[in-house]
């Protein structure tokens, strides 16, 4: 089964910083890759995937990703902070094989953004 | 358009009681997703439909819990007899299809068994 790795349960950054939260996975398949957003008491939104094509990925809000499958990572950047990107950030990973549909997902990152 | 929406909202069980939470997914949505999501740690994988066939219910914790979508359309978690270790937040999400498809997720069921 897949796992996932998201380095730092916690992140903070100051309003106009780069933003890096960082996502490993364990397979060797190279896997569909995800990352979600979530805002208290709301669900998850997506932010961005990767399939297949370009590695370098972009989503909405200014975010992007990139597959580095030599390095099994998938972190998520963005190049100045917006105090609206305070929230919770999940990586996720699809199973392979026959279970492709299942999205295993890592512990989250929660990000605070400083004024 | 609508979104995947649950209910209820917040769902407070006294231990040994039973719960149902409902979820009502994108209109024509082929594929449907239960996920628990305890506090602190990301989703987990419960169980998936597509339309009314649950193909994958391998993330199940227990034989107390139960997923059904007669009609392929709205779906229903029950839990019988809940526990303690039930309380999470219970996210519903669906997608066109499979696979590379997005899955759009709902606001999520809190459920606290006291």
């Known amino acids: 089964a897949q796992s996932v790795t998201q380095l730092g349960s916690h992140v903070s950054v100051s309003e106009g910083a780069l933003v890096l939260l960082r996502c490993n996975y364990s397979?060797?398949?190279?896997?569909?890759l995800f990352w979600y957003v979530q805002y208290p008491n709301q669900g998850l939104q997506l932010l961005l995937k990767?399939?297949?094509?370009?590695?370098l990925v972009k989503g909405i809000n200014g975010f992007e990703a990139e597959f580095k499958k030599s390095e099994t990572s998938f972190h998520l950047t963005k190049p100045s902070a917006h105090m609206s990107d305070a929230a919770e950030y999940f990586c996720?990973?699809?199973?392979?094989?026959?279970?492709?549909?299942?999205?295993?997902f890592g512990k989250g990152t929660l990000l605070t953004v400083n004024p | 358009g609508a979104g995947v929406s649950q209910s209820p909202r917040y769902k407070v069980a006294k231990r040994g009681q039973d719960v149902a939470l409902r979820c009502d997914p994108i209109?024509?949505?082929?594929?449907l997703f239960w996920y628990q999501q305890a506090l602190g740690q990301g989703p987990e994988f419960l169980t998936y439909?597509?339309?009314?066939?649950?193909?994958?219910k391998s993330g199940l914790p227990s034989d107390r819990f139960f997923a059904e979508r007669p009609e392929g359309s709205v779906s229903t978690l029950k839990i019988q007899r809940t526990q303690q270790e039930d309380s999470a937040v219970y996210l519903c999400?669906?997608?066109?299809?499979?696979?590379?498809?997005?899955?759009?997720f709902g606001p999520g069921t809190r459920l606290l068994v006291l």
């Open positions: 999400a669906s997608s066109q299809y499979m696979v590379t498809e997005t899955q759009y």
């Open positions: 439909f597509q339309n009314e066939a649950q193909l994958d």
């Open positions: 990767y399939t297949t094509g370009a590695t």
């Open positions: 996720a990973v699809t199973e392979s094989g026959g279970s492709n549909y299942k999205l295993t």
């Open positions: 209109s024509g949505h082929v594929s």
């Open positions: 397979s060797s398949v190279p896997p569909y």
